[in-house]
C-alpha cells in the first residue's frame, strides 16, 4: 500500500486524469464569476475598472468573455490552449492591476487561478478532451 502511494511512476491514464479535473474544477469555479458580471452588467459597468484605454463597460465585456464562456470552451476541453489566453491576461489584470500583486492578500484566488491556466497551458487539455478527440490520432488513453 505505502509503495503505491510513493509511486513516481507517471502513468498517462492518470495525467489525463489529473488534467480533465484540474480543467473541469477551474472551468466550473470561474464560470459563476463571469455570468454574475454578465447578470449584472449594467450596475458593473459604471464601477468596473477602464484598462488600456478601454471604457470600463469594454473591459467588463471583455472580462465576461474570458471568465464565463473561455471557462466553457476549458470545460470542454475546445480549443483549450487558444482558450486559456483571455483568461490568463485576464488574471494577470487581476492580480497586479486590480489587486496591486498582492498575492498573499486580495488578490491570492485571481493568482491562484493564473497559475493553474499556466500549468494548463503548458500541460495541455490532456486525452480526456474535445482537443484531443478532433486533433490527436492516437486517442488511447494509456500512451
Do not use: W
Amino acid at each position: 500500500m505505502i509503495k503505491k502511494i510513493l509511486n513516481t511512476q507517471q502513468v498517462p491514464f492518470r495525467i489525463n486524469l489529473s488534467l480533465l479535473i484540474l480543467r473541469l474544477t477551474v472551468a466550473i469555479l470561474m464560470i459563476p464569476h463571469g455570468y454574475n458580471k454578465m447578470a449584472h452588467f449594467a450596475e458593473k459597468q459604471e464601477k468596473f475598472m477602464s484598462f488600456m484605454g478601454l471604457s470600463g463597460e469594454i473591459s467588463l465585456a471583455m472580462v465576461i468573455g474570458a471568465e464565463l464562456f473561455c471557462s466553457i470552451l476549458l470545460a470542454l476541453g475546445l480549443l483549450t490552449r487558444l482558450t486559456l489566453i483571455p483568461l490568463i491576461i485576464t488574471m494577470i489584470v487581476a492580480v497586479f492591476v486590480s489587486h496591486k500583486g498582492e498575492i498573499f492578500g486580495d488578490g491570492q484566488e485571481a493568482f491562484l487561478y493564473m497559475i493553474t491556466y499556466i500549468v494548463l497551458m503548458i500541460a495541455g487539455p490532456g486525452k480526456m478532451s474535445i482537443d484531443s478527440l478532433l486533433f490527436i490520432q492516437n486517442k488511447n488513453l494509456y500512451k
